[in-house]
T-cell receptor, first 113, second 114 residues
Framework: DAMVIQNPRYQVTQFGKPVTLSCSQTLNHNVMYWYQQKSSQAPKLLFHYYDKDFNNEADTPDNFQSRRPNTSFCFLDIRSPGLGDAAMYLC????????????FGNGTRLTVT | GDSVTQMEGPVTLSEEAFLTINCTYTATGYPSLFWYVQYPGEGLQLLLKATKADDKGSNKGFEATYRKETTSFHLEKGSVQVSDSAVYFCALSDTTGGSYIPTFGRGTSLIVHP
């Protein structure tokens, strides 16, 4: 089945220690998104790629970076995680049509100690 | 700008009860509307969608009708099950300005008791 896969499901990192989360897709969608979701809240868009074009949300902290080396893979780098960065991180993909829904991975739960 | 407003949760129901989760939207153009469901510890999944006025989206016993006159897209199910316990998100995509980025509501938690 075509899908969006995130690894790892659970990630523990230390305060200030860089961490990378990964996402892969077999849907061949040209748009990939990274969302941050904290408990009992809606997902918050951090950035997205339209093909290779990177689009950062205005309020995404500089601490968060992303890489998309090819259509299938996308990475979220947190350069110096703080306690406030503990959250669920969701990767999603879509086509560019407004009728096209998002396809989400199961997320990576990040804990910062 | 575009926005989506959902009723506050949690919504607590007994099994086999009727469910309504209200969703209203504000958009400058003619958006497509979606309901997503998030089960504990998982990502969001598309539940249903509607792309134009008066369309009805349906899936797994859930339904929602795109009402342009009331700018609403309320989610309904005639008889809920314990397995429907999850968080439900209403969302829109408005491509009028060329954007495909969806706008999400805050989510409504549903708890179904046996």
């Amino acid at each position: 089945d075509a899908m969006v896969i995130q690894n790892p499901r659970y990630q523990v990192t230390q305060f200030g220690k860089p961490v990378t989360l990964s996402c892969s897709q077999t849907l061949n969608h040209n748009v990939m998104y990274w969302y941050q979701q904290k408990s009992s809240q809606a997902p918050k868009l951090l950035f997205h790629y339209y093909d290779k074009d990177f689009n950062n949300e205005a309020d995404t902290p500089d601490n968060f970076q992303s890489r998309r080396p090819n259509t299938s893979f996308c990475f979220l780098d947190i350069r110096s995680p703080g306690l406030g960065d503990a959250a669920m991180y969701l990767c999603a993909t879509s086509r560019t049509s407004g009728n096209s829904p998002l396809h989400f991975g199961n997320g990576t739960r990040l804990t910062v100690t | 700008g575009d926005s989506v407003t959902q009723m506050e949760g949690p919504v607590t129901l007994s099994e086999e009860a009727f469910l309504t989760i209200n969703c209203t939207y504000t958009a400058t153009g003619y958006p497509s509307l979606f309901w997503y469901v998030q089960y504990p510890g998982e990502g969001l999944q598309l539940l249903l969608k509607a792309t134009k006025a008066d369309d009805k989206g349906s899936n797994k016993g859930f339904e929602a009708t795109y009402r342009k006159e009331t700018t609403s897209f309320h989610l309904e199910k005639g008889s809920v099950q314990v397995s429907d316990s999850a968080v439900y998100f209403c969302a829109l995509s408005d491509t009028t300005g060329g954007s495909y980025i969806p706008t999400f509501g805050r989510g409504t938690s549903l708890i179904v008791h046996p």
